[in-house]
């Protein structure tokens, strides 16, 4: 099982911060979302030989969502969450408490955090990793006129991110291509 932890040690150097991007007003709090700690990691893990397998079920302890990290040897290291479903007992319930394991777990897997952007701790921060995802939302989100009209500007900033991280310009050129095809 040596080469499985090689990888994961080439992977967890290669993961960029995570920064919180959700509100959670029940407890006046931020979270990252599964679907931003999903686009923030997924290349990376597949670049390194990994995949994601998620599964849920139930035993003898209860609801449970376990999310395995498995390499390309075959050999996976799992994480196995019990879901808290409280007066929740049904597929709504079920399903929230899922995405909430899925997130914790794969952190877990990964052995990382996220980061408020505006803690007191600005080693914890990044402005880069803020830069690529606000970025990335813009061109996910921009009509294919909004930008052929900004082409040269779009450029210019996806080689400044490139120059943080190649793996970012290479993503958002990728997104560049597609939606103005």
């Not at 007003?25 to 931003?36: G, R």
């Not at 990691?41 to 139930?58: E, L, M, P």
């Not at 779009?154 to 993503?171: H, M, Q, S, Y």
Request: charged share 25%; net charge neutral.
């Amino acid at each position: 099982m040596t080469k499985i932890y090689e990888s994961l040690l080439k992977l967890q150097s290669e993961l960029p911060k995570a920064i919180n991007d959700s509100n959670n007003p029940a407890w006046k709090s931020k979270y990252i979302s599964l679907q931003q700690l999903l686009n923030l990691v997924t290349t990376t893990i597949h670049t390194n030989g990994f995949c994601i397998i998620t599964k849920s079920g139930k035993d003898e302890f209860g609801h449970f969502c376990e999310t395995m990290l498995v390499h390309s040897t075959g050999e996976a290291i799992p994480s196995r969450q019990y879901l808290e479903l409280g007066s929740k007992v049904n597929m709504q319930g079920i399903g929230a408490a899922n995405t909430y394991a899925r997130r914790t777990g794969l952190m877990q897997l990964l052995g990382i955090t996220s980061y408020d952007q505006n803690d007191d701790d600005a080693n914890q921060f990044d402005p880069d990793v803020e830069k690529y995802f606000k970025y990335k939302n813009k061109l996910e989100n921009s009509s294919k006129e909004q930008l052929k009209n900004n082409i040269d500007s779009i450029k210019n900033t996806i080689n400044e991110l490139n120059d943080v991280n190649p793996k970012w310009g290479t993503e958002l050129n990728a997104i560049l291509n597609m939606r103005i095809k």
